[in-house]
Protein backbone atom coordinates (compact mmCIF):
# COMPACT_ATOMS: atom_id res chain seq x y z
CA UNK A 1 0.00 0.00 0.00
CA UNK A 2 2.78 2.32 0.79
CA UNK A 3 4.55 1.36 -2.82
CA UNK A 4 0.90 2.35 -4.20
CA UNK A 5 0.49 5.73 -2.01
CA UNK A 6 4.19 6.58 -3.15
CA UNK A 7 3.34 5.84 -6.85
CA UNK A 8 0.38 8.25 -6.86
CA UNK A 9 2.53 10.95 -5.03
CA UNK A 10 4.82 10.51 -7.60
CA UNK A 11 2.32 10.87 -10.50
CA UNK A 12 0.77 14.24 -8.66
CA UNK A 13 4.10 15.62 -8.91
CA UNK A 14 4.77 15.25 -12.67
CA UNK A 15 1.12 16.32 -13.09
CA UNK A 16 1.66 19.74 -11.07
CA UNK A 17 4.70 20.57 -12.84
CA UNK A 18 3.16 20.24 -16.12
CA UNK A 19 0.51 21.97 -15.07
CA UNK A 20 2.74 24.49 -13.72
CA UNK A 21 4.94 25.24 -17.35
CA UNK A 22 1.57 25.12 -18.95
CA UNK A 23 0.84 27.97 -16.58
CA UNK A 24 3.95 30.04 -17.68
CA UNK A 25 2.76 30.21 -21.26
CA UNK A 26 -0.70 31.44 -20.16
CA UNK A 27 1.21 33.77 -18.20
CA UNK A 28 4.02 34.92 -20.80
CA UNK A 29 0.78 35.62 -23.33
CA UNK A 30 -0.99 37.85 -20.36
CA UNK A 31 1.72 39.63 -19.43
CA UNK A 32 2.31 40.56 -23.55
CA UNK A 33 -1.15 41.32 -24.02
CA UNK A 34 -0.90 43.87 -21.42
CA UNK A 35 2.53 45.42 -22.48
CA UNK A 36 0.49 46.29 -26.12
CA UNK A 37 -1.67 48.33 -24.26
CA UNK A 38 0.11 49.79 -21.94
CA UNK A 39 2.93 50.75 -24.77
CA UNK A 40 0.62 51.81 -26.85
CA UNK A 41 -0.84 54.33 -24.42
CA UNK A 42 2.76 56.50 -24.69
CA UNK A 43 1.97 58.04 -21.18
CA UNK A 44 5.35 57.36 -19.13
CA UNK A 45 4.20 55.79 -16.26
CA UNK A 46 2.03 53.09 -18.67
CA UNK A 47 5.35 52.78 -20.55
CA UNK A 48 7.33 51.68 -17.34
CA UNK A 49 4.59 49.20 -16.28
CA UNK A 50 4.72 48.08 -20.76
CA UNK A 51 8.25 47.72 -20.00
CA UNK A 52 8.10 45.24 -16.91
CA UNK A 53 5.07 43.55 -18.31
CA UNK A 54 7.61 42.70 -21.88
CA UNK A 55 10.62 41.56 -18.87
CA UNK A 56 7.96 39.24 -17.04
CA UNK A 57 6.78 37.86 -20.56
CA UNK A 58 9.97 36.96 -20.83
CA UNK A 59 11.09 35.22 -17.81
CA UNK A 60 7.92 33.20 -18.34
CA UNK A 61 8.61 32.17 -21.72
CA UNK A 62 12.45 31.13 -21.19
CA UNK A 63 10.65 28.36 -18.35
CA UNK A 64 8.45 27.25 -20.95
CA UNK A 65 11.08 27.22 -23.60
CA UNK A 66 13.53 24.96 -21.27
CA UNK A 67 10.61 22.65 -20.12
CA UNK A 68 10.51 19.26 -21.96
CA UNK A 69 6.47 19.48 -21.75
CA UNK A 70 5.97 22.47 -23.69
CA UNK A 71 9.43 23.40 -25.05
CA UNK A 72 8.58 22.25 -28.72
CA UNK A 73 4.85 23.64 -28.54
CA UNK A 74 4.09 25.65 -31.80
CA UNK A 75 2.38 27.87 -29.14
CA UNK A 76 5.63 28.53 -27.27
CA UNK A 77 7.86 29.28 -30.28
CA UNK A 78 5.69 31.94 -31.47
CA UNK A 79 5.05 33.60 -28.23
CA UNK A 80 8.72 33.56 -27.83
CA UNK A 81 8.93 35.28 -31.16
CA UNK A 82 6.43 38.02 -30.18
CA UNK A 83 8.37 38.34 -26.89
CA UNK A 84 11.90 38.71 -28.12
CA UNK A 85 10.82 40.75 -31.63
CA UNK A 86 9.55 42.95 -29.16
CA UNK A 87 12.20 42.97 -26.47
CA UNK A 88 14.82 43.66 -29.83
CA UNK A 89 12.77 46.34 -30.77
CA UNK A 90 12.82 48.05 -27.36
CA UNK A 91 16.61 47.49 -27.20
CA UNK A 92 18.48 50.57 -28.98
CA UNK A 93 21.84 49.08 -29.01
CA UNK A 94 22.81 46.89 -32.04
CA UNK A 95 25.28 44.85 -30.14
CA UNK A 96 22.15 43.70 -27.56
CA UNK A 97 19.88 43.98 -30.14
CA UNK A 98 20.46 41.66 -32.29
CA UNK A 99 20.87 38.73 -30.56
CA UNK A 100 17.35 38.91 -29.38
CA UNK A 101 16.24 39.32 -32.43
CA UNK A 102 18.47 36.02 -34.01
CA UNK A 103 16.00 34.28 -31.54
CA UNK A 104 12.91 35.77 -32.15
CA UNK A 105 13.27 34.86 -35.93
CA UNK A 106 14.14 31.40 -35.12
CA UNK A 107 11.50 30.93 -32.86
CA UNK A 108 8.79 32.65 -35.87
CA UNK A 109 10.60 30.52 -38.30
CA UNK A 110 9.71 26.95 -36.08
CA UNK A 111 6.05 28.23 -35.31
CA UNK A 112 5.28 28.48 -39.02
CA UNK A 113 6.47 25.09 -39.21
CA UNK A 114 5.07 23.77 -36.76
CA UNK A 115 1.84 24.86 -36.30
CA UNK A 116 0.19 23.57 -39.48
CA UNK A 117 -3.24 24.25 -37.84
CA UNK A 118 -3.08 28.21 -37.73
CA UNK A 119 -3.65 27.97 -34.02
CA UNK A 120 -0.98 30.83 -33.21
CA UNK A 121 -1.38 32.58 -36.56
CA UNK A 122 -2.32 36.05 -34.42
CA UNK A 123 0.89 35.54 -32.59
CA UNK A 124 3.15 34.99 -35.72
CA UNK A 125 2.56 37.81 -37.18
CA UNK A 126 2.93 39.84 -34.36
CA UNK A 127 6.37 38.59 -34.46
CA UNK A 128 6.50 39.47 -38.06
CA UNK A 129 5.65 42.90 -37.50
CA UNK A 130 8.02 43.60 -34.92
CA UNK A 131 10.90 42.07 -36.53
CA UNK A 132 9.81 44.33 -39.37
CA UNK A 133 9.81 47.24 -37.56
CA UNK A 134 13.02 46.45 -36.32
CA UNK A 135 14.20 46.21 -39.51
CA UNK A 136 13.00 49.49 -40.45
CA UNK A 137 14.30 51.26 -37.65
CA UNK A 138 18.13 50.15 -37.86
CA UNK A 139 18.08 50.31 -41.34
CA UNK A 140 17.05 53.55 -41.18
CA UNK A 141 20.13 54.28 -39.05
CA UNK A 142 22.28 52.37 -41.37
CA UNK A 143 21.42 54.66 -44.06
CA UNK A 144 21.94 57.51 -42.41
CA UNK A 145 25.14 56.38 -41.34
CA UNK A 146 25.66 55.83 -45.16
CA UNK A 147 26.23 52.53 -44.67
CA UNK A 148 23.88 51.53 -47.77
CA UNK A 149 24.98 47.47 -48.24
CA UNK A 150 23.33 47.14 -44.61
CA UNK A 151 20.45 49.48 -45.06
CA UNK A 152 19.50 47.56 -48.12
CA UNK A 153 19.64 44.05 -45.88
CA UNK A 154 17.68 45.29 -43.55
CA UNK A 155 15.12 47.28 -45.71
CA UNK A 156 14.62 44.28 -47.88
CA UNK A 157 13.17 42.37 -44.81
CA UNK A 158 11.10 44.82 -43.77
CA UNK A 159 10.05 44.78 -47.56
CA UNK A 160 9.49 41.33 -47.66
CA UNK A 161 7.14 41.03 -44.15
CA UNK A 162 5.12 44.09 -45.81
CA UNK A 163 4.91 43.40 -49.79
CA UNK A 164 2.55 45.50 -50.49
CA UNK A 165 3.95 48.38 -48.09
CA UNK A 166 5.18 51.33 -50.70
CA UNK A 167 7.59 53.01 -48.31
CA UNK A 168 9.04 49.43 -47.64
CA UNK A 169 9.39 49.08 -51.56
CA UNK A 170 10.96 52.44 -51.87
CA UNK A 171 13.32 52.89 -48.50
CA UNK A 172 14.61 49.19 -50.42
CA UNK A 173 14.95 50.76 -53.94
CA UNK A 174 17.10 53.94 -52.64
CA UNK A 175 19.88 51.50 -50.37
CA UNK A 176 20.02 49.82 -53.28
CA UNK A 177 20.67 52.53 -55.84
CA UNK A 178 23.11 54.47 -53.35
CA UNK A 179 24.63 51.12 -52.47
CA UNK A 180 25.45 50.83 -56.49
CA UNK A 181 27.93 53.39 -56.25
CA UNK A 182 30.27 50.42 -54.77
CA UNK A 183 28.67 47.49 -56.30
CA UNK A 184 26.96 48.17 -59.38
CA UNK A 185 26.67 44.84 -60.84
CA UNK A 186 24.92 43.53 -57.64
CA UNK A 187 22.83 46.42 -56.63
CA UNK A 188 21.48 48.91 -59.42
CA UNK A 189 19.79 45.57 -60.64
CA UNK A 190 18.19 44.93 -57.21
CA UNK A 191 17.41 48.95 -56.99
CA UNK A 192 15.37 48.67 -60.80
CA UNK A 193 13.76 45.72 -59.22
CA UNK A 194 12.12 47.43 -56.69
CA UNK A 195 11.35 50.40 -58.74
CA UNK A 196 9.18 47.82 -61.31
CA UNK A 197 7.54 47.22 -57.90
CA UNK A 198 6.51 50.38 -56.90
CA UNK A 199 5.40 51.96 -60.54
CA UNK A 200 2.89 48.92 -60.06
CA UNK A 201 1.49 50.47 -57.14
CA UNK A 202 -0.51 53.62 -55.93
CA UNK A 203 3.02 55.00 -54.39
CA UNK A 204 2.22 58.95 -54.48
CA UNK A 205 5.93 60.38 -56.26
CA UNK A 206 6.14 57.11 -58.83
CA UNK A 207 6.64 60.19 -61.84
CA UNK A 208 9.70 60.69 -59.43
CA UNK A 209 10.44 57.09 -59.63
CA UNK A 210 10.39 56.40 -63.76
CA UNK A 211 12.48 58.92 -63.48
CA UNK A 212 15.03 57.46 -61.06
CA UNK A 213 14.70 54.13 -62.80
CA UNK A 214 15.99 55.66 -65.87
CA UNK A 215 18.71 56.99 -64.33
CA UNK A 216 20.00 53.86 -63.28
CA UNK A 217 19.66 52.40 -66.40
CA UNK A 218 21.66 55.06 -68.22
CA UNK A 219 24.10 54.49 -65.38
CA UNK A 220 24.21 51.04 -66.39
CA UNK A 221 24.17 51.94 -70.35
CA UNK A 222 21.18 50.46 -70.97
CA UNK A 223 19.65 53.57 -73.04
CA UNK A 224 16.80 50.38 -74.97
CA UNK A 225 15.32 50.51 -71.56
CA UNK A 226 15.98 53.71 -70.43
CA UNK A 227 14.23 55.27 -72.85
CA UNK A 228 11.18 52.59 -72.23
CA UNK A 229 10.81 53.46 -68.78
CA UNK A 230 11.00 57.24 -69.03
CA UNK A 231 8.17 57.05 -72.24
CA UNK A 232 5.98 54.79 -69.65
CA UNK A 233 6.31 57.56 -67.31
CA UNK A 234 5.63 59.74 -69.60
CA UNK A 235 2.15 58.10 -70.46
CA UNK A 236 1.22 57.73 -67.14
CA UNK A 237 2.06 61.92 -66.03
CA UNK A 238 2.00 63.52 -69.28
CA UNK A 239 2.17 66.81 -66.72
CA UNK A 240 5.86 65.75 -65.53
CA UNK A 241 7.66 68.19 -67.36
CA UNK A 242 11.19 66.03 -65.58
CA UNK A 243 10.04 63.11 -67.48
CA UNK A 244 9.41 64.37 -70.78
CA UNK A 245 12.78 66.26 -70.27
CA UNK A 246 14.44 62.99 -69.93
CA UNK A 247 12.61 61.16 -72.57
CA UNK A 248 13.60 63.90 -75.42
CA UNK A 249 17.28 63.61 -74.06
CA UNK A 250 17.39 60.19 -73.83
CA UNK A 251 15.71 59.90 -77.24
CA UNK A 252 18.21 62.58 -79.00
CA UNK A 253 21.01 60.50 -78.00
CA UNK A 254 19.75 57.47 -79.21
CA UNK A 255 18.75 58.88 -82.86
CA UNK A 256 15.05 58.52 -82.27
CA UNK A 257 14.38 62.50 -83.02
CA UNK A 258 11.44 61.87 -85.67
CA UNK A 259 9.89 59.44 -82.79
CA UNK A 260 10.11 62.10 -80.21
CA UNK A 261 9.02 65.18 -82.49
CA UNK A 262 6.01 62.85 -82.75
CA UNK A 263 5.38 62.73 -79.01
CA UNK A 264 6.28 66.42 -78.56
CA UNK A 265 3.65 67.77 -81.11
CA UNK A 266 0.86 65.39 -79.73
CA UNK A 267 1.69 66.88 -76.50
CA UNK A 268 1.54 70.47 -77.64
CA UNK A 269 -2.03 69.67 -79.25
CA UNK A 270 -2.87 68.66 -75.91
CA UNK A 271 -1.34 71.29 -74.23
CA UNK A 272 -0.43 74.37 -76.24
CA UNK A 273 0.13 76.49 -72.94
CA UNK A 274 3.28 74.86 -72.35
CA UNK A 275 6.00 76.58 -72.71
CA UNK A 276 8.82 74.00 -71.84
CA UNK A 277 7.41 71.55 -74.69
CA UNK A 278 8.15 74.27 -77.30
CA UNK A 279 11.30 74.46 -75.81
CA UNK A 280 12.06 70.96 -76.31
CA UNK A 281 10.15 70.63 -79.82
CA UNK A 282 13.12 73.49 -80.94
CA UNK A 283 15.74 71.42 -79.01
CA UNK A 284 14.88 68.35 -80.90
CA UNK A 285 14.87 70.47 -84.51
CA UNK A 286 18.64 72.02 -83.10
CA UNK A 287 19.58 68.70 -83.09
CA UNK A 288 18.50 67.60 -86.07
CA UNK A 289 20.08 70.72 -87.54
CA UNK A 290 23.46 70.31 -85.97
CA UNK A 291 23.76 66.51 -86.70
CA UNK A 292 22.84 67.91 -90.58
CA UNK A 293 25.41 70.99 -90.53
CA UNK A 294 28.61 68.44 -88.99
CA UNK A 295 27.51 65.61 -92.05
CA UNK A 296 27.38 68.40 -94.67
CA UNK A 297 30.70 69.48 -93.61
CA UNK A 298 32.45 66.25 -94.12
CA UNK A 299 30.45 65.52 -97.69
CA UNK A 300 32.27 63.80 -100.30
CA UNK A 301 30.79 66.14 -103.43
CA UNK A 302 29.15 69.48 -103.29
CA UNK A 303 25.78 68.79 -104.33
CA UNK A 304 25.72 66.41 -101.28
CA UNK A 305 27.18 68.78 -99.11
CA UNK A 306 25.04 71.72 -99.65
CA UNK A 307 21.58 69.09 -99.45
CA UNK A 308 22.61 68.42 -95.98
CA UNK A 309 23.63 72.02 -95.38
CA UNK A 310 20.29 73.72 -96.51
CA UNK A 311 18.54 70.53 -94.25
CA UNK A 312 20.46 72.26 -90.96
CA UNK A 313 19.08 75.72 -92.61
CA UNK A 314 15.60 74.09 -92.72
CA UNK A 315 15.88 72.98 -89.26
CA UNK A 316 17.38 76.09 -87.51
CA UNK A 317 14.61 77.56 -88.75
CA UNK A 318 11.77 75.27 -87.11
CA UNK A 319 14.07 75.48 -84.30
CA UNK A 320 13.92 78.87 -83.93
CA UNK A 321 9.81 78.97 -84.71
CA UNK A 322 9.78 76.78 -81.52
CA UNK A 323 11.43 78.36 -79.28
CA UNK A 324 9.77 81.85 -80.25
CA UNK A 325 6.55 80.43 -79.20
CA UNK A 326 8.04 79.51 -75.61
CA UNK A 327 9.21 82.94 -75.30
CA UNK A 328 6.33 84.22 -76.07
CA UNK A 329 4.34 82.26 -73.34
CA UNK A 330 7.01 83.45 -70.86
CA UNK A 331 9.47 86.49 -72.33
CA UNK A 332 12.22 85.41 -69.85
CA UNK A 333 12.57 82.05 -70.87
CA UNK A 334 16.02 81.68 -70.09
CA UNK A 335 16.95 78.24 -72.26
CA UNK A 336 14.50 79.46 -74.62
CA UNK A 337 16.29 82.98 -75.57
CA UNK A 338 19.42 80.72 -75.11
CA UNK A 339 19.17 78.47 -77.50
CA UNK A 340 16.88 80.58 -80.01
CA UNK A 341 19.89 82.84 -80.15
CA UNK A 342 22.42 80.07 -81.28
CA UNK A 343 19.64 78.41 -83.79
CA UNK A 344 19.84 81.85 -85.33
CA UNK A 345 23.23 82.81 -84.84
CA UNK A 346 24.28 79.41 -86.07
CA UNK A 347 23.95 79.62 -90.07
CA UNK A 348 25.06 83.13 -89.67
CA UNK A 349 28.56 82.09 -88.53
CA UNK A 350 28.17 79.28 -91.32
CA UNK A 351 27.92 81.96 -93.88
CA UNK A 352 30.58 84.07 -92.77
CA UNK A 353 32.84 81.48 -92.87
CA UNK A 354 31.68 80.32 -96.38
CA UNK A 355 32.55 83.70 -96.98
CA UNK A 356 35.98 83.73 -95.79
CA UNK A 357 36.75 80.78 -97.97
CA UNK A 358 35.94 82.38 -101.31
CA UNK A 359 38.57 83.39 -103.45
CA UNK A 360 40.58 86.89 -103.84
CA UNK A 361 38.78 87.75 -106.81
CA UNK A 362 35.29 86.96 -105.86
CA UNK A 363 34.94 90.48 -103.93
CA UNK A 364 31.27 90.97 -105.22
CA UNK A 365 30.46 87.41 -104.02
CA UNK A 366 32.21 88.38 -100.54
CA UNK A 367 30.50 91.55 -100.30
CA UNK A 368 27.19 89.97 -100.57
CA UNK A 369 27.93 87.24 -98.31
CA UNK A 370 29.37 89.23 -95.88
CA UNK A 371 26.26 91.31 -95.71
CA UNK A 372 23.45 88.47 -95.45
CA UNK A 373 26.00 86.88 -92.52
CA UNK A 374 25.71 90.28 -90.79
CA UNK A 375 21.82 90.86 -91.69
CA UNK A 376 21.13 87.32 -90.26
CA UNK A 377 23.75 88.22 -86.90
CA UNK A 378 21.58 91.22 -86.11
CA UNK A 379 18.67 88.85 -86.43
CA UNK A 380 20.12 86.76 -83.32
CA UNK A 381 21.24 90.05 -81.26
CA UNK A 382 18.29 90.45 -79.34
CA UNK A 383 18.06 86.80 -78.23
CA UNK A 384 22.16 86.84 -77.69
CA UNK A 385 21.86 89.31 -75.53
CA UNK A 386 18.73 88.89 -73.22
CA UNK A 387 20.51 85.26 -72.54
CA UNK A 388 23.15 87.31 -71.05
CA UNK A 389 20.98 89.31 -69.42
CA UNK A 390 18.77 86.87 -67.49
CA UNK A 391 22.05 84.42 -66.57
CA UNK A 392 25.35 86.89 -67.04
CA UNK A 393 26.96 83.63 -65.94
CA UNK A 394 26.07 81.07 -68.15
CA UNK A 395 29.10 79.84 -70.25
CA UNK A 396 27.10 78.99 -73.23
CA UNK A 397 25.08 82.46 -73.31
CA UNK A 398 28.02 84.52 -73.11
CA UNK A 399 29.83 81.95 -76.20
CA UNK A 400 26.61 82.93 -78.40
CA UNK A 401 27.19 86.63 -77.68
CA UNK A 402 30.97 86.89 -78.72
CA UNK A 403 30.04 84.98 -81.42
CA UNK A 404 28.30 87.72 -82.90
CA UNK A 405 30.50 90.37 -82.20
CA UNK A 406 33.47 88.17 -83.52
CA UNK A 407 30.89 88.13 -86.68
CA UNK A 408 30.43 91.53 -86.72
CA UNK A 409 34.54 92.29 -86.28
CA UNK A 410 33.26 94.30 -82.81
CA UNK A 411 37.19 92.65 -81.98
CA UNK A 412 36.74 95.15 -78.30
CA UNK A 413 33.35 93.62 -77.13
CA UNK A 414 34.17 89.81 -78.57
CA UNK A 415 37.48 90.36 -76.00
CA UNK A 416 35.48 91.90 -73.25
CA UNK A 417 33.23 88.87 -73.21
CA UNK A 418 36.20 86.49 -73.33
CA UNK A 419 37.39 87.88 -70.41
CA UNK A 420 34.16 87.35 -68.68
CA UNK A 421 34.22 83.59 -70.35
CA UNK A 422 37.60 83.49 -68.82
CA UNK A 423 37.04 84.47 -65.22
CA UNK A 424 33.75 82.22 -65.06
CA UNK A 425 36.09 79.28 -66.18
Known amino acids: MKIKLLTAGFLSLISVAAFAQKGELSNAQEEYKNYEVSNASKIPALVTK ?9 ASIDKASTNAKTA ?58 NMANYKLTLGVKQYQNKDYEKAYTSFEYWRQAAPEDTNAIYYTSLAAANAGAKDPAKYYPL ?12 YSNNARIYLDMSTLYLISKDTVNALKSVAEGVTKYPASNDLRKREIEIALQSGKQADVLTKIQSAITNDPKNKTLYYYEGLTYSQIADEADAASAKAKDAASGNTLHQTALDNYTKASDAYKKGIEIDPNYFEANLNLGYALVRPAIDMYNAANKLPANKQKEYDAAMAKAAAQFEVAKPYLLKAVELNPKSVDAL ?22 IDALK
Not at 50 to 58: E, F, S, V, W
Not at 192 to 200: A, F, G, T
Open 50 to 58: ANTNLDNAK
Open 72 to 129: ELPQTYALKGAIYSALAFRDTIPATSAPLFATADEATKKAKELDTKGENKDWIEKANR
Open 191 to 202: AIENYKRLVNTK
Open 399 to 420: TNLMSYYRGTKNNAEAAKIKQQ
